[in-house]
């Protein structure tokens, strides 16, 4: 298992490139299903649970022909496309639960095997099959899979989501595409990544229309071929912000929409850094004292994401004074704050509030990534300990993480993987 060494402290300077957003291309690669036609996708991430998901579609009939680069994709379907989505391939990515609202919408049935939890949490998807159910789909649940099917189309309805999730709305717009009539969801989650969903099925001569967290869609019969351009990575452009505050650095961040990081650019701002927008880019330059914030709390879009949550944590334990962090989002979403520990944090949890003194003087050590968003956060600790870390089980980063370390030793990190 591959691990990364990290000889710190390290100040970020220079220019990074922000790939394209992994979550943003999942919920689009599960809406081609819906296509006849195929479908040209560019700036797709090279990460792993992109990955997954082409083989993912691959096991259900897709013929998925790569550029050179693997950043660019044309999806092809067949005929009569499977609808049988295993666990060996769910399981290592639960976004594959995003295949079911396509897989209903235009082939009338799927068994796909439950996602299961992850360290994060328990990740239900109770909200996805409640809201599908409502469109006509019929299941039941038997030895971990969902067996789903529908008599004929499903049927627009009127769906109101208990509570905000992203996968839920993303499911539930894509299937409602080929529905019969009109489909009104509220409650729906907004982030940018789901707007760039939308965008790209409207390009495709869907009828999609949103008003705040009200999204109406009106059914068609079928989708037209489409080339799309997907959205850059706001979590991977948030990281990078964070890492230029965190190290009194000198950051360009190029290929990023500054708009869809407003709540984390404002935040950084508190703290001290300096920052300017343009078009395409942000100029971060970090504060030589870090200002602590004492109730930071992550929640949907347009509030601060808690994917960049352990980030965060990370730039609190290096500022002047006491800070709070509360992640309102997923029920276990601090498994950093052990690590961190042990690089000299001082943190105390007590229920979903992370209660960090500051000033910490990070002491290099070994360290363990649990998921995605914790492990980028480890690195980002390392980056500003004194001495060699290194940090283990990197397939963590690799999932969402286009070659993490070739843009940080760009941008002056001493950083090098290891098998
Ligand atoms: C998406 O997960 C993202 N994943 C997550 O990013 C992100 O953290 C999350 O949205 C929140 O922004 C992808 O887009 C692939 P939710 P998702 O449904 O859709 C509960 C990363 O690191 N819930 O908005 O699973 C759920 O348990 C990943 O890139 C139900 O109870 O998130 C959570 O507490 C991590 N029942 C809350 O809602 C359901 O049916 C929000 O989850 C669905 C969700």
Same mark, same amino acid.
């Given at each position: 298992?591959?691990?990364?060494?990290?000889?710190? #402290?390290?100040?970020?300077?220079?220019?990074?490139?922000?790939?394209?957003?992994?979550?943003?291309?999942?919920?689009?690669?599960?809406?081609?299903?819906?296509?006849?036609?195929?479908?040209?996708?560019?700036?797709?991430?090279?990460?792993?649970?992109?990955?997954?998901?082409? !083989?993912?579609?691959?096991?259900?009939?897709? =013929?998925?022909? /790569?550029?050179?680069?693997?950043?660019?994709?044309?999806?092809? !379907?067949?005929?009569?496309?499977?609808?049988?989505?295993?666990?060996?391939?769910?399981?290592?990515?639960?976004?594959?639960?995003?295949?079911?609202?396509?897989?209903?919408?235009?082939?009338?049935?799927?068994?796909?095997?439950?996602?299961?939890?992850?360290?994060?949490?328990?990740? #239900?998807?109770?909200?996805?099959?409640? *809201?599908?159910?409502?469109?006509?789909?019929?299941?039941?649940? =038997?030895?971990?899979?969902?067996? *789903?099917?529908?008599?004929?189309?499903?049927?627009?309805?009127?769906?109101?989501?208990?509570?905000?999730?992203?996968?839920?709305?993303?499911?539930?717009?894509?299937?409602?595409?080929?529905?019969?009539?009109?489909?009104?969801?509220?409650?729906?989650?907004?982030?940018?990544?789901?707007?760039?969903?939308?965008? @790209?099925?409207?390009?495709?001569?869907?009828?999609?229309?949103?008003?705040?967290?009200?999204?109406? %869609?009106?059914?068609?019969?079928?989708?037209?071929?489409?080339?799309?351009?997907?959205? *850059?990575?706001?979590?991977?452009?948030?990281?990078?912000?964070?890492?230029?505050?965190?190290?009194?650095?000198?950051?360009?961040?190029?290929?990023?929409?500054?708009?869809?990081?407003?709540?984390?650019?404002? /935040?950084?701002?508190?703290?001290?850094?300096?920052?300017?927008?343009?078009?395409?880019?942000?100029?971060?330059? +970090? #504060?030589?004292? %870090?200002?602590?914030?004492?109730?930071?709390?992550?929640?949907?879009?347009?509030?601060?994401?808690?994917? /960049?949550?352990?980030?965060?944590?990370?730039?609190?334990? =290096?500022?002047?004074?006491?800070?709070?962090?509360?992640?309102?989002?997923?029920?276990?979403? @601090?498994?950093?704050?052990?690590?961190?520990?042990?690089?000299?944090?001082?943190?105390?949890?007590?229920?979903?509030?992370?209660?960090?003194?500051?000033?910490?003087?990070?002491?290099?050590?070994?360290?363990?990534?649990?998921?995605?968003?914790?492990?980028? *956060?480890?690195?980002?600790?390392?980056?500003?300990?004194?001495?060699?870390?290194?940090?283990?089980?990197?397939?963590?980063?690799?999932? +969402?993480?286009?070659?993490?370390?070739?843009?940080?030793?760009?941008?002056?990190?001493?950083?090098?993987?290891?098998?």
């Amino acid at each position: 298992m591959d691990k990364f060494l990290i000889n710190g #402290p390290c100040k970020i300077k220079g220019n990074v490139s922000i790939s394209g957003s992994k979550n943003a291309s999942l919920p689009i690669l599960a809406a081609t299903l819906l296509f006849d036609q195929p479908v040209i996708l560019r700036n797709l991430p090279k990460v792993r649970d992109i990955n997954t998901m082409f !083989n993912l579609l691959k096991s259900l009939g897709s =013929k998925i022909i /790569l550029s050179k680069d693997q950043k660019s994709a044309k999806i092809i !379907n067949k005929k009569n496309m499977k609808t049988f989505a295993s666990y060996s391939l769910v399981k290592t990515m639960r976004g594959s639960i995003l295949v079911l609202g396509p897989l209903i919408s235009k082939y009338h049935k799927s068994k796909i095997s439950l996602p299961g939890g992850c360290l994060i949490g328990a990740r #239900p998807v109770n909200y996805h099959l409640a *809201a599908l159910k409502k469109l006509g789909m019929i299941y039941e649940l =038997k030895d971990g899979y969902i067996l *789903a099917k529908s008599r004929g189309n499903l049927k627009g309805a009127i769906i109101n989501f208990p509570k905000i999730s992203v996968g839920a709305t993303e499911n539930s717009i894509i299937a409602a595409c080929l529905a019969k009539g009109e489909t009104i969801l509220k409650n729906c989650a907004i982030e940018p990544e789901i707007k760039d969903l939308t965008n @790209f099925l409207n390009k495709a001569g869907a009828k999609i229309k949103w008003s705040g967290r009200t999204c109406k %869609i009106t059914g068609v019969v079928s989708l037209s071929k489409i080339e799309y351009s997907v959205m *850059a990575d706001r979590i991977e452009a948030g990281t990078f912000c964070v890492a230029a505050a965190l190290t009194n650095g000198n950051l360009k961040v190029k290929n990023i929409n500054p708009r869809t990081i407003t709540s984390e650019i404002n /935040l950084l701002k508190k703290v001290g850094a300096k920052i300017k927008i343009y078009k395409n880019e942000i100029l971060i330059r +970090g #504060p030589k004292k %870090i200002k602590s914030i004492r109730n930071i709390k992550t929640k949907e879009f347009p509030g601060i994401p808690t994917d /960049l949550q352990a980030q965060l944590m990370v730039l609190m334990c =290096k500022a002047v004074g006491k800070s709070s962090i509360t992640e309102n989002i997923f029920e276990n979403r @601090f498994m950093h704050v052990a690590e961190l520990q042990r690089l000299g944090a001082k943190i105390n949890i007590k229920n979903n509030t992370a209660k960090i003194k500051g000033k910490t003087k990070f002491i290099a050590a070994e360290l363990m990534s649990s998921d995605l968003r914790a492990s980028v *956060a480890l690195v980002l600790a390392a980056i500003v300990s004194n001495g060699k870390s290194c940090i283990n089980r990197i397939y963590h980063l690799d999932r +969402g993480y286009e070659k993490i370390e070739n843009k940080l030793k760009k941008v002056g990190v001493k950083i090098k993987r290891i098998k």
